[in-house]
């Protein structure tokens, strides 16, 4: 339990009505969207980086870990309080700072929803790129904080590359300023990339200058229907060998496709259909059509049963029904969700699924697979009753083999989610000791304490 003194310190600097330590306050910020719960001693709310400064100095000096929260709503036990700890929540700094279209950027505090950031984008012909599915509520400082991304990653990479500079204050209570407000710069080293997807084990972000695209002139959308899974990945691999480069490479196996029949989003689907591929096209509007005739002939092959295309927004819509209605639907299936975000080279993706299929055999388990296959990345869903002990031993077993499967493949642990709590004993199969040992001396640079997000991405 937090001393009162301590207590009464955050008051002081942030105001009574900023600092809570009651029951009912705890609970609702002692869990993320992982099954696990743990109570914080208090829950925090700054308004201000000045606010930030002064909580993590008194932090600091009566050694009180801090859980970072943006929307806690992360797979991976990211914004899980750590015993002990207090929470400190974002969602008051919410202020857009700068907007400014000449330049191509806008500037914002951690807790505006990234959605609300696009929306702003696209008021004067331009948006913001990173596309997580999390996006209409998740807070653009979660995003930052695990590198977040989603389909348009495979022409427009992750949150990392939209990052000109951070404002941020370290585990000793420290303001740090990196990066710089244009385009090109090389003075110094790249702490910016640093601090992006470190999970706040580093520092607390307070500000993220943020690049900006134009809007494509265009979109238009293909929607194919696949014999088998195999198929589908070998037209993925046709895809990213050839000069056009996809808005969105998206895949469903056939356990989503099965999934989402209950709910009907699977009726005008091709009879036999085992999975599915959306795979979208943007660009000025006159060339638009040459990069769809490009990408339907790259994924013509053996396995394909139907291909239909869209290039109005009511279709483009009805397409995409399919996918759309997946998470809901998988959720039926089983009342917890393990979902992992692995990512393996695309010329690996079709050995990759044969491998899951396996082991969901071999394990008796409903394992669900799909996600941003130009990418290589896939969220490979166990769908298990937490209740059933024998149950959660063959799920623990099946992420064993399927995360040495990945490394033996060349791929990496997670592509968009991070690690948190949930898989840090994967990381020494990643990462080697040496390694491991420079990124723990930054983060002693960072925060000497070891205050910051106890717990997560480092494994013990």
Not at 178 to 196: E, F, I, M, N
């Amino acid at each position: 339990m937090l001393a009162e003194h301590v207590l009464a310190a955050f008051r002081f600097a942030l105001g009574e009505d900023r600092v809570f330590a009651d029951g009912g306050t705890c609970a609702l910020y002692a869990s993320d969207e992982t099954p696990k719960s743990v109570l914080p001693d208090a829950v925090l709310f700054p308004a201000s980086h000045d606010d930030v400064v002064a909580l993590m100095r008194i932090a600091h000096a009566h050694g009180v870990a801090i859980t970072p929260r943006g929307a806690g709503s992360g797979n991976v036990g990211g914004a899980l309080p750590a015993p002990g700890s207090v929470v400190v929540s974002f969602e008051c700094m919410r202020r857009v700072l700068e907007f400014i279209p000449g330049d191509r950027l806008v500037v914002v505090e951690p807790g505006v929803v990234t959605e609300d950031i696009d929306r702003l984008a696209r008021s004067a012909g331009l948006f913001y790129p990173p596309d997580p599915g999390s996006g209409a509520y998740s807070r653009i400082g979660g995003n930052l904080a695990m590198n977040a991304a989603g389909p348009r990653a495979v022409k427009y990479g992750v949150t990392r590359d939209w990052v000109l500079g951070l404002v941020a204050v370290t585990g000793s209570g420290e303001t740090v300023r990196t990066g710089c407000r244009t385009t090109k710069g090389v003075t110094g080293l790249d702490l910016t990339r640093l601090l992006v997807g470190s999970e706040g084990t580093l520092a607390l972000i307070t500000e993220a200058t943020l690049k900006l695209a134009p809007v494509p002139d265009t979109v238009a959308t293909l929607r194919l229907c696949f014999a088998s899974p195999r198929a589908a990945l070998d037209a993925v691999g046709r895809v990213m060998q050839q000069p056009v480069l996809p808005s969105a490479l998206e895949f469903m196996d056939a356990r989503a496709i099965d999934a989402i029949r209950p709910t009907g989003a699977a009726d005008d689907l091709a009879p036999g259909t085992r999975a599915l591929l959306m795979v979208e096209a943007d660009g000025a509007h006159e060339d638009v059509p040459r990069q769809i005739d490009a990408l339907q002939a790259a994924l013509a092959g053996e396995g394909l049963l139907e291909m239909r295309s869209g290039f109005e927004r009511a279709d483009i819509v009805r397409l995409w029904a399919a996918r759309k209605s997946l998470s809901h639907a998988v959720k039926k299936i089983a009342p917890l969700k393990i979902n992992e975000d692995v990512v393996v080279p695309v010329s690996r993706l079709a050995d990759f699924v044969d491998f899951v299929d396996a082991t969901a055999q071999s394990q008796h388990l409903p394992i669900v697979s799909f996600g941003h296959a130009g990418n290589g990345n896939l969220h490979v869903n166990l769908m298990v009753h937490p209740d059933d002990a024998d149950e959660m031993a063959r799920a623990r077993a099946a992420l064993d083999a399927l995360m040495a499967r990945v490394l033996a493949l060349g791929g990496t642990l997670s592509g968009e989610h991070g690690i948190g709590t949930e898989k840090r004993r994967f990381v020494p199969m990643e990462i080697d000791a040496p390694t491991l040992e420079i990124m723990r001396a930054i983060k002693r640079v960072f925060d000497p304490r070891g205050l910051l997000n106890p717990g997560k991405l480092f494994p013990d």
